[in-house]
């Protein structure tokens, strides 16, 4: 099993330019995340999909829209691309299942290097 | 306000020199308190799960504890491998399964 798979690994954009980034999971979880993470700030939450088909905000989702494509996919997508959106982008996914217990854990992608200049 | 913090920020040992990180935590309603290890250029690696105070798990040379107000992460003999950014999280009530952060402890153990 590959786990959670993210590309690309990294990117340049220049301010206002658009992109998306891919996300995939094969363990057959039903939660995925994107977060961000910034020195001194933490990872941080930009939105989520709790089940294939809903998405909801997060703590910092300005600027970014999401699209849970199907149970395994998930993408980030920047529409118009400003420097403060410089940062490392993690997926992760969540939501096994063993008889009753729900197992909360989160298991993370490798991460994408974006520079917005 | 429900908050992570996470002590010390950076902590330099020497190799078998043991010690412990903090993590604590002000939150309404705890669900569960999760670990993770960085290393540099890399995503978190799940290390353990603590879901009640009084709790322990143990991998290798690392415990984590868990009371009402913190976790431990308790590093027992570390090795140069054991060098890495180490990161709490909780899950609270009524979040879903939303994890709020702490902004992490930078490990490093020389020889």
């Given at each position: 099993?590959?786990?959670?798979?993210?590309?690309?690994?990294?990117?340049?954009?220049?301010?206002?330019?658009?992109?998306?980034?891919?996300?995939?999971?094969?363990?057959n979880?039903?939660?995925?995340?994107?977060?961000?993470?910034?020195?001194?700030?933490?990872?941080?939450?930009?939105?989520?999909?709790?089940?294939?088909?809903?998405?909801?905000?997060?703590?910092?989702?300005n600027?970014?829209?999401?699209?849970?494509?199907?149970?395994?996919?998930?993408?980030?997508?920047?529409?118009?691309?400003?420097?403060?959106?410089?940062s490392?982008?993690?997926?992760?996914?969540?939501?096994?299942?063993?008889?009753?217990?729900?197992?909360?854990?989160?298991?993370?992608?490798?991460?994408?290097?974006?520079?917005?200049? | 306000?429900?908050?992570?913090?996470?002590?010390?920020?950076?902590?330099?040992?020497?190799?078998?020199?043991?010690?412990?990180?903090?993590?604590?935590?002000?939150?309404?309603?705890l669900?569960?308190l999760?670990?993770?290890?960085?290393?540099?250029?890399?995503?978190?690696?799940?290390?353990?799960?603590?879901?009640?105070?009084?709790?322990?798990?143990?991998?290798?040379?690392?415990?984590?504890?868990?009371?009402?107000?913190?976790?431990?992460?308790?590093?027992?003999?570390?090795?140069?491998?054991?060098?890495?950014?180490?990161?709490?999280?909780?899950?609270?009530?009524?979040t879903?399964?939303?994890?709020?952060?702490?902004?992490g402890?930078?490990?490093?153990?020389?020889?």
């Amino acid at each position: 099993n590959a786990g959670v798979t993210q590309t690309p690994k990294f990117q340049v954009l220049k301010t206002g330019q658009s992109m998306t980034l891919q996300c995939a999971q094969d363990m057959n979880h039903n939660s995925m995340y994107w977060y961000r993470q910034d020195p001194g700030m933490g990872l941080r939450l930009i939105y989520y999909s709790a089940s294939e088909g809903t998405t909801d905000k997060g703590e910092v989702p300005n600027g970014y829209n999401v699209s849970r494509l199907n149970k395994r996919e998930f993408s980030l997508r920047l529409e118009s691309a400003a420097p403060s959106q410089t940062s490392v982008y993690f997926c992760a996914s969540s939501g096994s299942s063993w008889g009753e217990r729900l197992y909360n854990e989160q298991f993370f992608g490798p991460g994408t290097r974006l520079t917005v200049l | 306000e429900d908050q992570v913090t996470q002590s010390p920020e950076a902590l330099r040992l020497q190799e078998g020199e043991s010690s412990s990180l903090n993590c604590s935590y002000t939150v309404s309603g705890l669900r569960g308190l999760f670990w993770y290890r960085q290393d540099p250029g890399k995503g978190p690696e799940f290390l353990f799960t603590l879901y009640s105070a009084g709790e322990e798990k143990e991998k290798e040379r690392l415990k984590a504890t868990l009371t009402k107000k913190e976790s431990f992460l308790h590093i027992t003999a570390p090795k140069p491998e054991d060098s890495a950014t180490y990161l709490c999280a909780v899950l609270m009530t009524g979040t879903a399964s939303k994890l709020t952060f702490g902004t992490g402890t930078r490990l490093q153990v020389t020889l």
